[in-house]
C-alpha cells in the first residue's frame, strides 16, 4: 500500500427526504413563525415550540462488527436493512466520507464473496415496493448539478454519481430513494424498528478493491455534509446531529449509536470549521510524556490542513519528518531491536516480551487541554507470536497544495469512546471498555437509555497475508463527484 494519498473534497450533494424537506448547500429567507403568524412570543409559545421540535429527536442503535487491529478484519461494519421487504447489507463504517451506497443488480465487476466472512448482496430496485429511481429531471437531481445536469437530460434518465477514493478505487451507479430500517432504542439494552426514507447510492460499477473479495456491500458515509445518511436523518427531524462509536479491538465489534450520549461525559475539542472532514487543532505531540520538537507548520489548519479523525481508515499517518521522529523515539527505548519490512510496507520488530512494559505512549494535545494517548499494544500490532508491526504509517495524507496531514484512523480510535457533536461542531472521547455498555438519551420520552456492544461478526477468522490487501479500500477519503 502506497503510503501517501490524496484529501480532497466532496461536493455536496443533495437529498430530498420522505417527508419533503430538500437540503442543500442553499440560502433561504428566514422569519419568525411566531411574529409572521400574528402570534404572541411568550415563554410558554417558545417552550410549546421547543417541545414539538425536539420530541421526535429518537435514539438510535446500530449492530457493529470488525475489528479495527491489522490483524484482524482491518476494518468496522454495521448491517443496514434497505427495501421493502427489508433486505440486509453490510456497509462500512466511514466518518471520512459522505455517501451511503451499495452494490445493486446489474453492477459490473461488484464481489460477490467476501474474505470478511459475511454473505454479500446485491440491492434491486424492482423487488423493493417502496423503491424509486431519482431521474436527471427530478429536482433533487436538478439541485445536485446546479440546475443543469450534465448531460442529455428526459424522464427515462437516471441522475448518475461517481465516486473516486484517495487509493483509487471507485464506486458509479445512480440514486435511488427508499426506506431504510432503523434500530430505534426504546429502554434499556431494548430496541424497536422504525423506517425513514433516504436517498443512497445505487453501485453499478465498481473499480479497484472495492471489487474486490476484501470488500463489503458498500459504505456508509458518516461525514459533515448533508449527503450523508445522518444529515437526512436529522433534516427530518427524527434524530439529533451526534453520534458515537467505540469500536473493540480486543473482542471485535463494539458500540454505535446516534444520539445525545449522557454517560460517560466526555472531554472535547473543537472542530475546525468549514472542513469537509472531522479536523480538530493539534498543538502538541509527546512520546513518553516528551514532548517533540516540531515545527508549527505540522499544525497549520488553513486550506484544507488539520489533522483529520477517521474512522474509515485503519492507520495512522504520519507526514515523514514526524513519522521518522516518533519511530526513533519509540526504538530508543530498545535499541537492541532491529527493523524488518514485511509486506514491502510494515517495519517490524522480533520481541516476546510485554510491549506495554517496553515501549512508550504516543500523546496527541488538542485545543481544549484535550489528549488522545495510544498505547503500546495498539499502535504495535502482532502477526506472529515473537513479531510485532508499527502501526504509524510513513506518509501524512495530502492537501490540495500538496501538503502533508496527520490522520487518525481506528489504530488510534480503538478502545475509546469517540462522540461526534456536529450541532455544536465538537469532537471527543476517553479510553473506554467497548464491550460495556453507555446511556443514550431518547428526547421524544426524555428517558436516559443503556445501549450495549454488539459483535456481528464474532468468530470470523482472516489470515493476516490477506488483511494488508484490505487497507487500500479503508481510506475512505473522496476525491471527486461528478457525472458516469
Not at 470488525?66 to 443496514?80: I, V
Not at 526513533?328 to 510485554?354: A, Y
Amino acid at each position: 500500500m502506497e503510503g501517501r494519498r490524496l484529501l480532497a473534497v466532496l461536493v455536496v450533494v443533495v437529498v430530498q427526504l420522505g417527508g419533503g424537506g430538500v437540503m442543500g448547500n442553499l440560502v433561504f429567507q428566514v422569519k419568525n413563525k411566531f411574529k409572521a403568524a400574528g402570534r404572541e412570543r411568550t415563554l410558554a409559545a417558545l417552550k410549546e415550540h421547543d417541545t414539538r421540535r425536539h420530541g421526535r429527536m429518537l435514539a438510535m442503535d446500530f449492530p457493529i462488527g470488525g475489528n479495527g487491529h491489522p490483524s484482524s478484519t482491518g476494518l468496522y461494519f454495521t448491517k443496514l436493512p434497505l427495501g421493502t421487504p427489508p433486505a440486509d447489507y453490510y456497509v462500512q463504517v466511514d466518518t471520512g466520507s459522505d455517501l451511503l451506497w451499495v452494490n445493486c443488480v446489474g453492477c459490473s465487476k461488484c464481489p460477490t464473496k467476501s474474505d470478511i466472512g459475511i454473505e454479500l448482496a446485491l440491492f434491486d430496485p424492482d423487488k423493493s415496493k417502496t423503491s424509486t429511481v431519482v431521474k436527471c429531471d427530478d429536482d433533487v437531481c436538478k439541485l445536485i448539478f446546479d440546475k443543469q445536469y450534465p448531460g442529455r437530460c428526459s424522464p427515462s434518465v437516471r441522475c448518475m454519481y461517481s465516486v473516486t477514493y484517495g487509493d483509487g478505487s471507485g464506486t458509479d451507479g445512480y440514486f435511488v430513494r427508499d426506506h431504510v430500517q432503523l434500530t430505534q432504542v426504546t429502554g434499556n439494552l431494548k430496541t424497536t424498528t422504525s423506517n425513514a426514507t433516504i436517498i443512497f447510492g445505487c453501485g453499478a460499477r465498481q473499480s479497484g478493491d472495492l471489487g474486490s473479495e476484501a470488500a463489503l456491500d458498500g459504505i456508509l458515509g458518516l461525514g459533515q455534509a448533508n449527503s450523508s445518511m445522518l444529515s437526512q436523518l436529522a433534516a427530518a427531524g427524527m434524530v439529533k446531529k451526534e453520534f458515537a462509536h467505540c469500536l473493540d479491538v480486543i473482542e471485535g465489534g463494539g458500540i454505535f449509536a446516534i444520539g445525545d450520549v449522557v454517560s460517560p461525559k466526555v472531554k472535547t475539542t473543537p472542530l475546525v470549521p468549514d472542513m469537509p472532514h472531522y479536523n480538530v487543532y493539534l498543538e502538541a505531540i509527546a512520546v513518553g510524556g516528551e514532548a517533540l520538537d516540531l515545527p508549527t507548520s505540522l499544525f497549520e489548519v488553513g486550506d484544507q490542513r488539520g489533522t483529520i479523525i477517521d474512522s474509515g481508515t485503519t492507520l495512522a499517518y504520519l507526514p515523514r519528518m514526524l513519522y521518522d521522529l516518533v519511530v526513533t523515539k519509540i526504538l530508543d527505548q530498545q535499541p537492541g531491536l532491529k527493523l524488518h519490512t514485511i509486506e514491502e510496507q510494515f517495519s517490524c520488530v522480533e520481541f516476546s516480551q510485554n510491549v506495554d512494559d517496553a515501549f512508550p505512549t504516543v500523546s496527541f494535545q488538542f485545543k481544549g487541554s484535550v489528549t488522545l494517548t495510544v498505547y503500546p499494544h495498539e499502535y504495535l500490532f502482532r502477526t506472529r507470536d515473537d513479531l510485532w508491526c508499527i502501526g504509524w504509517q510513513d506518509g501524512g495524507m495530502e492537501s490540495h497544495d500538496g501538503r502533508e496531514m496527520i490522520l487518525l484512523g481506528d489504530l488510534v480510535l480503538s478502545n475509546k469512546l469517540v462522540i461526534y457533536d456536529v450541532e455544536n461542531q465538537t469532537i471527543g472521547w476517553t479510553d473506554y471498555n467497548c464491550s460495556s455498555s453507555i446511556t443514550i438519551r431518547d428526547e421524544k420520552s426524555g428517558a436516559d437509555y443503556t445501549v450495549g456492544s454488539h459483535n456481528i461478526n464474532s468468530g470470523l477468522n482472516l489470515t493476516v497475508g490477506r488483511i494488508f490487501t484490505i487497507f487500500s479500500l479503508l481510506v475512505a477519503l473522496l476525491q471527486s463527484f461528478s457525472v458516469c
